[in-house]
């Protein structure tokens, strides 16, 4: 099955930097990458996503690049603020018609004011 | 629109309880239908997920069950709580035919 793993576990910055977090998938047939940002204890809400068959996408100061080639894809996040602090997991499907999503150990991301 | 409810919100449990956490969808039908459990190390385990009515594919053997015995009601069950099943437990759906997830609100289950 699909194994995705995600780096690093934990990232600091100070506030107006920017934050890049990148994850690796196994399964070539993959196609659908998503992001998700997790509060703490709230629910994970999707906030960018990506399909194969483009390679980079941006929505203000986030943006999310995908290499199929190397089966690599990251975030992006730019002018961070303190309210971007979170843990973010990426995804990838598995493909087929149950569509299962498998996601990476997340990333505890601090901005520091 | 859709949502997705989940309840209860937070559950303290005596090991050797029993269990039921019930997860439903309103404003859409035939949804996929998910449980993951989320530890304390933050990772998202797939426990469950369904296709349709009475459909149920399992990830991982564990004490846990799940059913769905409605179009958009999904529900995790055990017999007999063990203080490994201890953690955040979150439903999620998607549309057939679409990609996003959408998470419920969670459970934070604690077996004492």
């Known amino acids: 099955g699909e194994n995705v793993e995600q780096h690093p576990s934990t990232l600091s910055v100070q506030e107006g930097d920017s934050a890049v977090i990148k994850c690796t998938y196994s399964?070539?047939?993959?196609?659908?990458f998503p992001w998700y940002k997790q509060e703490l204890g709230k629910r994970p809400q999707l906030i960018i996503d990506?399909?194969?068959?483009?390679g980079e996408k941006k929505d203000q100061r986030i943006a999310v690049t995908l290499n199929k080639t190397a089966k690599h894809f990251s975030l992006h996040i730019t002018e961070t603020q303190p309210e971007d602090s979170a843990v973010y997991f990426c995804a990838a499907s598995s493909g087929g018609s149950n569509y299962k999503l498998t996601f990476g150990k997340g990333t505890l991301l601090t901005v520091n004011p | 629109s859709q949502t997705i409810h989940q309840w209860p919100a937070t559950l303290v449990q005596p090991v050797g309880s029993p269990l039921s956490l019930e997860c439903t969808v309103e404003?859409?039908?035939?949804?996929?239908l998910y449980w993951y459990r989320q530890a304390a190390g933050r990772g998202l385990q797939l426990l469950f997920y369904?296709?349709?009515?009475?459909?149920i594919s399992s990830e991982v053997p564990q004490n846990l069950s799940a059913s769905r015995p409605q179009d958009r009601q999904f529900i995790l069950s055990s017999k007999k709580l063990l203080l490994s099943d201890s953690g955040f437990y979150l439903c999620a759906w998607r549309q057939t035919g679409n990609y996003g997830y959408t998470f419920g609100s969670g459970t934070r289950l604690t077996v004492v």
């Open positions: 990506i399909r194969s068959n483009v």
């Open positions: 404003g859409t039908s035939n949804p996929n």
């Open positions: 399964d070539s047939a993959s196609n659908y």
């Open positions: 369904s296709v349709g009515i009475g459909q």
